[in-house]
């Protein structure tokens, strides 16, 4: 499979707790973002990198949210003492930019969060 | 905030064509409309996307009207398997914002 892949599926963690997700995207696409889905709504921009450098932040994304992708390819996304209200699936999606044209986006399955 | 207005839900009986509106009022020059879908618990599934010309591939057809402030995905022979949630999202080209912006999309179920 050649898709963009999420670890670990699912993710259960007590509030206050760090975790820590990864996304894998897919081969030679240098734009990867993040985006976080909660029930009932569609999902809603985090962050995005093009190759290793973080180029936009949603204000969604609190100082207890860090995103890497270090050497340009997998990325991580780290929520330090976790709140019940980060409880969301969280999405990556990869994409290929060349020249001027648009990028398409291609997700991945997604992480589910649940924080007790 | 999503530029684009969807009904919250459509119905479709299996085999029929499935037609799903969406109004981008606002849309600017430079924008394109995409299409996803969105199967329960699963990440978000391209579907296809157009800046002003009607395109079809393999999933569907998007037809842009000549004023590019609506469109209409459509799937020709649904199936089952095509109960989703729907979601039109205009986006810019480079230079514009990155992000898509997702609303609320239509759900759509298929009916046998």
């Keep these: ?116 | 905030d999503a530029k684009t207005t969807q009904p919250p839900s459509m119905d479709c009986a299996e085999g029929r064509a499935a037609n799903l509106p969406c109004n981008h009022s606002t849309i600017s020059g430079n924008e394109y409309v995409y299409w996803y879908r969105q199967i329960h618990s699963q990440g978000p599934q391209y579907i296809i996307h157009g800046l002003k010309n009607n395109e079809t591939n393999e999933m569907a057809s998007l037809i842009i009207t000549e004023d590019r402030k609506s469109s209409t995905l459509i799937l020709p022979h649904a199936t089952l398997r095509d109960t989703a949630v729907y979601y039109c999202i205009v986006r810019a080209t480079q230079g514009g914002s990155e992000k898509l912006v997702f609303g609320k999309g239509t759900k759509l179920t298929v009916n046998p």
């Excluded at chain 1, 509030?15 to 569609?42: A, K, M």
């Excluded at chain 1, 409880?87 to 060349?98: E, F, G, I, P, R």
Aim: charged share 25%; proline share 4%.
């Design chain 1, 1 to 116: 499979d050649t898709g963009v892949s999420q670890n670990p599926r699912h993710k259960i963690t007590k509030r206050g707790q760090n975790v820590t997700f990864r996304c894998d995207p897919i081969s030679e696409h240098n734009r990867l973002y993040w985006y976080r889905q909660t029930l009932g709504q569609g999902p809603e921009f985090l962050t995005y990198f093009q190759n290793e450098a973080q180029l936009e932040k949603s204000r969604l994304l609190s100082d207890r949210f860090s995103a890497e992708r270090p050497k340009g390819s997998f990325s991580t996304l780290e929520i330090q003492r976790t709140e019940q209200g980060d409880s969301a699936m969280y999405l990556c999606a990869s994409s290929l930019v060349t020249g001027r044209r648009t990028d398409t986006q291609y997700f991945g399955p997604g992480t589910r969060l649940t924080v007790l």
